[in-house]
């Protein structure tokens, strides 16, 4: 009786023992998994020295929260972009219809094989034009229901064109850009700036911007910022960049040479920081390249 309970004593630590070291294994595997994945960027880059060598990862500097980052992989992304044009509707915006079609359309000349442009308008609601399509003659047919009427809602549009177009082609999709065609007024939007903002973030969507002259004229906006501001912040945050509305096709081949040419993937394990934290980001580079990305991973609380 005494062996045989001494031998279950036995059995029963031992089963202990190797359950722990299972347990201790797997904790370790799951993190070493989280480690080897790291926090993925997209990133613009470019020679402006005119040589030719390809951009290496000994030639950028990556901070987070003013700590250097080691920089696992740096890699050109050569697939195909997925844009959102966002075209505002509304009545007070100092430009034409006609003109708001021009501008649209220069992208559809302009992008790439395997490219998609997805066409939303708004003023008071976000209206599909056209989904994603690259046929010119398919665009151009959908452009003329643009108008002019309401106000704009550009916030309440940006947040649709991130929730219900560019997020059910993620994660597979990486190159997602929206292009905003207004003078970045907002004028009645339920969601934040500081929010959307986020969102755009998060989801790595970059965002660039045809810039119409501001309708109020740079007036101060006391719960929002200005609309020359929106346009600006929306494009520097996420690693964008803003064009005048009157260089429409400067613009457009532009940003698409830039998504099919200079965007690319940088990998890196975040190191003394928290995903619960906002994480501020700063990119450097050598002498001789220009570089881009956004300038921040917000919070990742709900």
Known sequence: MIRRFQTSVFLILAVTALVSLSFSQSRRSARGTADSEGSILTVTASREDKKTEPIKIENLFLYENGV????KNFSIDPSPAKIVLLVDNSLTLPTSIEKMKAAAMEFAYEIFEGDQLFTIAFDEKAEIIQEWTDDAKKMEA?????RKKGNPFLFDALDVSVREILLPLMPGTRKTA???IGD???RGSKIEFDKVLADLQNN?????G???ADRTGGAYRRDKPKAGAVMNRLAEETGGKVFPFDEAQTAAKAICD????NRFLLSYSPTNTSTYDARKLFIV???GIAVRMKVAHPPNVK
């Not at 250097?68 to 920089?71: D, V, Y």
């Not at 790595?204 to 660039?208: A, G, I």
């Not at 830039?258 to 040419?261: A, D, I, K, M, T």
């Open 178 to 180: 929206v292009i905003i």
């Open 204 to 208: 790595n969507v970059t965002v660039y």
């Open 184 to 186: 970045g007024l907002d």
């Open 68 to 71: 250097e980052q080691k920089i």
């Open 285 to 287: 580079a050598a002498e």
């Open 258 to 261: 830039e998504l099919r040419r």
């Open 210 to 212: 045809l810039q119409i």
């Open 142 to 146: 959908s452009f003329a229901t643009f």
